[in-house]
């Protein structure tokens, strides 16, 4: 007999999950998190579990360290109520970013979070876009690593694209912009930038491709605090490109990002819904926000009914709205 499934939603993103549930039909597993006066949390499931296919939805997102802290708490109090089989499901991975030992005396912070996840009690993981694929090796259960590149094709494969160029604005993006560079059947170009130590400053140094009087498209992972991309943006404009758009993951928008962006020659920038935007302040009218709760709600029920997720990412598998 096939186990129940439930859908709980940390405080991350209760929006996502209430979409992925109403894409999937489900009411969203009861559940809430009181928070003592000392600081401490206590999320408390209100439905029996006991047995059940548990997916916990949760990402990264402010406050980081809180929604962490919430997640292993709810995987924990799942985990003693017998709940069959525990995924967590993390849009955003938390602290993806810090995934090698590049500096002396650092820790590995995303492997430290995936250890976290599974002795806090997940039985495995569902996620999106790592910032680097190799990091799901730090994990020692089953992940499925989800990729929104098919969603985002499918947006601008809608325009005429005669005079894109797909950008990476960094070598190590350039590894992954030949997926969209294939779908599109566009050209590449390269830029090659550095980073002032761990401050947000970026200084793009070497353009390789054409971009003279082109359309470029940025792709990346994730749009922090917008340093990378703005800068960029100006690099790829003062070598003659026509304009410039952006196609990001995960649009994190830290600290002045958004003003940054708006202040910036960046024409449009698509991001998903991995991460929510900010829910006060200005919310520049550049920003286009493309949802992934289908693509998470078709991956869900993927797991739950034991087929294929890696049939996700077939090459013609198209997004529908
Ligand atoms: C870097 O390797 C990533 O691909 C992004 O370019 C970077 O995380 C963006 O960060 P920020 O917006 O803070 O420059």
């Known amino acids: 007999m096939r186990r129940a499934i439930k859908i709980l939603s940390g405080s991350s993103h209760n929006e996502f999950a209430l979409e992925v549930c109403q894409i999937m039909g489900l009411e969203l597993c009861k559940s809430r998190t009181i928070k003592f006066s000392n600081d401490n949390m206590m999320p408390r499931i209100e439905e029996n579990v006991r ?7 949760q990402t990264s997102t402010p406050p980081v360290s809180d929604n962490i802290i919430e997640l292993l708490l709810m995987l924990d109090a799942l985990k003693y109520a017998s709940a069959g ?29 995936g250890h976290l996840i599974e002795t806090a009690g997940a ?29 985002i094709c499918q947006y601008f494969s809608q325009r005429d694209l005669s005079n894109y160029v797909i ?10 912009i030949g997926h969209y560079a294939n779908i599109l059947n566009l050209p590449i170009a390269i830029i090659d930038k550095r980073r002032q130590g761990n401050s947000d400053s970026i200084i793009p140094t070497t353009l390789i491709g054409d971009v003279v ?3 470029c498209l940025i792709v990346d992972d994730e749009v ?22 952006a196609a990001i993951v995960h649009g994190v928008l830290s600290g002045q990002a958004m003003a940054k ?18 829910k006060q302040g200005y919310i520049s009218p550049k920003i286009k926000v493309l949802s992934i709760a289908p693509l998470f709600a078709q991956a869900i029920s993927h797991i739950h009914s034991g087929m294929s ?3 996700l990412f077939a090459k013609d598998y198209v997004h529908q709205e």
Do not use: C, W
């Not at 005396?105 to 979070?113: E, G, Y």
């Not at 950008?167 to 992954?176: T, Y």
């Open 51 to 57: 047995e059940t296919d548990v997916f916990v939805i």
């Open 85 to 113: 089989r525990i995924t967590a499901v993390l849009p955003y991975f938390p602290y993806v970013r810090s995934d090698k030992k590049d500096q002396p005396r650092i820790s590995i912070a995303a492997r430290l979070m």
């Open 123 to 151: 039985s495995r993981l569902l996620t999106m876009n790592l910032h680097a694929s190799q990091i799901q090796g730090f994990f020692d259960i089953p992940s499925d690593q989800l990729f929104a590149t098919n969603i």
């Open 167 to 176: 950008v990476a604005a960094d070598v190590g993006e350039s590894k992954h």
């Open 213 to 215: 009087k082109k359309d």
């Open 224 to 245: 922090s605090s917008g340093g990378t991309l703005t800068g960029a943006t100006k690099f790829l404009m003062k070598n003659g490109a026509k304009s410039v758009s």
């Open 261 to 278: 962006i708006e202040a910036s020659p960046l024409k449009e920038l698509v991001i998903t819904n991995s991460v929510p935007l900010p």
């Open 309 to 311: 997720v890696s049939l």
